[in-house]
């Protein structure tokens, strides 16, 4: 049954639209009142969902629609989390510390920052807020080289265009961790409407770019320097600082997606602007096989990930995924580290052979939940971090996060290294994949529109879990209280699954691992009838 506007639902519409203190969000969120009120179909829902907020402050920070209402991103939203955030660490003993304000160029990013540039000014803190819509690793790479307390990206990423979000970084240089999500939620709650939080200029610009770019040219990665790279920005924030990359470390054969290049918040050239997806790289894997490179790069909007296209033996192009891309590279660094004893780390999601390679190498391994906020903090002495979802940390003596630009940097020293051996990427693989097996990944995702129907299914799966998968026996593995997931084991076969924490979906992650005991071909076909089997059975368990 459609919602009607009932008197509660007003009652809260018109104290929000009175505390906002953006005119075009009071305007707007006002028209949807009056048209509700005006009983025009759907606008009581669209109302009810708009205010039924307010947008949840978890380990990920804010991520929403950007429109009036407290289940938006908008100025009001923005202010009152920023004052929560200001409250946090005041307790914590952080009053009139350095706080670091970064953006990229989504929609509303601008008038977002600037909120949270003045709440700050106002509540005491020396803010400094970088000059122009910059990738996400140059935020987190900043609060480390101003020692700031914390470091605020207004960013979403990878979502759709429609949407912007809020990411915190603390002292540490990394995403908060629990407890501090729940204890900024909590000095949320506690601000008045946003029009009584007090703002006030005084921000002082920072621009990091030229230490960030030194320390990312000063990153192993051989002498060779023959290679052709083809890139895209997916119309977000980062060709500019890849191109600059790229050329310290270095590299200046670089042909970027011209279509793709500028900074454009409606995405134009892509239905989802992730490299993940079906047909967000065609045009740079076609630019690749035009300009005839060795390489082929695709950052996400924000920059913080990074997706690797190759020339298969065939001479086609292909995008690695992301586990193929996280192996090769933590390969590499494990091979040129000059630490004693180091550790590389992946997630409990991301494909196990890393801790092969690990062991293999008489490093230490580790594994973590899900989330660069975990993988960054999995231990000293890490030298290397991966999750499949193509967030790569090359660098984490000075950023403790995902870098899509630093790893795109390494990922072109490697490739040069191989070119004048007259080896390849795909030759690499190759040689791990005879010494370890073939390791084969794929994901199945249940995207939902009622978030309830995925702890329904968490639900089902725990007291009736399969007995096989693709006709292997598994046992399952709960992981609660720790964390919402699910391991199913078999041999050769392992299958994960957990709600998305940033996307209205249920994920699964698919495993298997063949031996290989004679042609490397076979083994390869041997895995991939099992993962589509696999991928068959674990697609019916999501219905």
Not at 192 to 217: F, K, M
Not at 266 to 294: H, K, M, R, Y
Request: proline content about 6%; hydrophobic content about 45%.
């Amino acid at each position: 049954m459609p919602n009607s506007l009932t008197t509660h639902l007003r009652a809260a519409t018109e104290r929000w639209i009175a505390g906002d203190p953006d005119p075009a969000s009071r305007d707007e969120l006002a028209t949807v009142l009056a048209r509700a009120a005006g009983q025009e179909p759907g606008a009581a829902d669209e109302l009810a969902d708009r205010m039924a907020g307010p947008l949840e402050f978890g380990t990920a920070g804010l991520r929403g629609p950007v429109r009036a209402g407290p289940n938006g991103m908008n100025v009001a939203v923005v202010t009152r989390t920023t004052a929560g955030v200001a409250a946090w660490l005041t307790a914590h003993g952080h009053a009139g510390e350095v706080v670091v304000l970064g953006r990229d160029a989504r929609h509303g990013s601008e008038a977002f920052a600037t909120a949270a540039a003045e709440v700050l000014s106002a509540a005491g803190f020396a803010v400094k807020v970088l000059p122009q819509p910059l990738p996400t690793p140059l935020l987190a790479y900043s609060v480390l080289h101003y020692r700031a307390a914390a470091g605020i990206q207004i960013t979403a990423s990878h979502n759709p265009p429609a949407d912007n979000g809020y990411k915190l970084y603390d002292g540490t240089g990394g995403q908060i961790v629990p407890p501090s999500d729940g204890e900024i939620e909590q000095a949320i709650q506690a601000v008045p409407a946003a029009v009584d939080v007090s703002r006030a200029a005084g921000a002082e610009v920072a621009d990091p770019r030229e230490a960030y770019l030194d320390a990312v040219a000063a990153l192993p990665g051989g002498s060779a320097r023959d290679l052709r790279i083809a890139a895209t920005a997916l119309h977000g924030v980062g060709a500019e600082t890849l191109r600059a990359a790229l050329a310290r470390a270095g590299f200046t054969d670089v042909h970027l997606v011209a279509e793709q290049a500028e900074p454009d918040a409606d995405f134009p050239t892509v239905s989802f602007p992730n490299p993940e997806e079906p047909g967000a790289t065609d045009l740079l894997l076609a630019l690749a096989s035009e300009v005839d490179a060795d390489l082929a790069v695709a950052l996400d909007p924000d920059a913080d990930r990074c997706a690797l296209g190759v020339r298969a033996p065939g001479g086609e192009w292909r995008m690695l995924r992301g586990d193929e891309t996280g192996v090769l590279l933590g390969s590499h660094l494990l091979s040129t580290t000059d630490n004693p004893d180091p550790l590389v780390a992946t997630t409990i999601v991301s494909a196990s052979l890393l801790g092969e390679l690990a062991k293999e190498s008489g490093a230490r391994y580790a594994e973590t939940l899900t989330g660069f906020k975990w993988l960054v903090r999995a231990g000293e002495g890490l030298v290397f971090a991966y999750e499949e979802a193509l967030g790569l940390c090359v660098n984490p003596g000075f950023v403790r996060d995902k870098d899509g630009i630093a790893a795109a940097v390494a990922a072109a020293g490697l490739a040069a290294t191989l070119k004048a051996e007259g080896r390849t990427a795909s030759d690499v693989l190759d040689d791990i994949a005879r010494r370890h097996g073939v390791y084969l990944t794929d994901q199945v995702s249940l995207r939902v529109t009622d978030l309830a129907v995925r702890g329904r299914l968490m639900t089902r799966l725990r007291t009736s879990p399969p007995a096989t998968l693709g006709g292997v026996p598994v046992t399952l593995e709960d992981l609660l209280p720790d964390a919402d997931v699910l391991r199913l084991h078999g041999d050769g076969v392992r299958v994960v699954v957990r709600p998305s924490g940033t996307e209205p979906k249920l994920k699964t992650y698919l495993q298997v691992v063949a031996p290989v005991t004679g042609e490397l071909t076979a083994a390869r076909d041997q895995a991939a009838t099992l993962l589509s089997a696999i991928h068959e059975d674990v697609t019916a368990l999501l219905r």
